[in-house]
């Protein structure tokens, strides 16, 4: 199995700020890398995939990149609503696995 | 709109049984992949089970591999998971999810249903 790894595991910022959070796969996944962010008592939500696409609907200040085994989710300026945990996830080879995840709190 | 709503979440003992259910719409069902993913509580994400379009092709994660059962029926819009000698370890909050792409499954999930909690316990 491609074991994820988050860092960090939470962090604490403030508005304006910018954000990166890091994922790292066990193995070489290409660019099959998922980014996904949940609010706290809400289901998980789509951010990125392929690394850096974002979903329609979500804001340009939420970016991907990476490839290989070493991916990014940056967030250019933290907005109040972007307090929640952030998921990443590999899509390369079953079984599909997921980061541990990284809780933004806002300052 | 794309909705899924899942239900058949419970208290139930180890070694029982339950089904979960999720009833799809706005979207052509029958055209795309379906996944369960299940969240512990405070815990991380891990998925369970995917289906392709048509019912032919299934996956499961090796902890519920041969107790668990991911079937669909299109005709009625609903995706299914039958969970069977259910263990302390599979109390979780269940989530159904929608393939973004298309008939295969390609490993991602947009958008995700509420859940439905699965609590094991004597």
């Known amino acids: 199995d491609i074991q994820m790894t988050q860092s960090p595991s939470s962090l604490s910022a403030s508005v304006g700020d910018r954000l990166t959070i890091t994922c790292r796969a066990s193995?070489?996944?290409?660019?099959?890398l998922n980014w996904y962010q949940q609010r706290p008592g809400k289901a998980p939500n789509l951010l990125i995939h392929?690394?850096?696409t974002l979903q329609s609907g979500v804001p340009s200040r939420f970016s991907g990149s990476g490839s290989g085994t070493d991916f990014t989710l940056t967030i250019s300026s933290l907005q109040p609503e972007d307090s929640a945990s952030y998921f990443c996830?590999?899509?390369?080879?079953?079984?599909?696995?997921f980061g541990q995840g990284t809780k933004v709190e806002i300052k | 709109e794309v909705q899924l709503l899942e239900s058949g979440g419970g208290f139930v003992q180890p070694g029982g049984s339950l089904r979960l259910s999720c009833a799809a719409s706005?979207?052509?069902?029958?055209?795309?992949?379906m996944s369960w993913v299940r969240q512990a509580p405070g815990k991380g994400l891990e998925w369970v089970s995917s289906?392709?379009?048509?019912?032919?092709?299934?996956y499961y994660a090796d902890s519920v591999k041969v107790r668990f059962t991911i079937s669909r029926d299109n005709s009625r819009n609903t995706l299914y998971l039958q969970m069977d000698s259910l263990r302390a370890e599979d109390t979780a909050l269940y989530y159904c999810?929608?393939?973004?792409?298309?008939?295969?499954?390609?490993?991602?999930?947009?958008?995700w249903g509420q859940g439905t909690l699965v609590t094991v316990s004597s």
């Open positions: 999810a929608k393939d973004p792409v298309g008939t295969m499954v390609v490993g991602y999930f947009d958008p």
């Open positions: 706005g979207f052509t069902f029958s055209r795309y992949a």
């Open positions: 289906i392709n379009n048509d019912g032919s092709s299934t």
């Open positions: 193995h070489n996944i290409a660019r099959y």
């Open positions: 392929a690394a850096s």
């Open positions: 996830q590999q899509s390369n080879s079953i079984p599909w696995t």
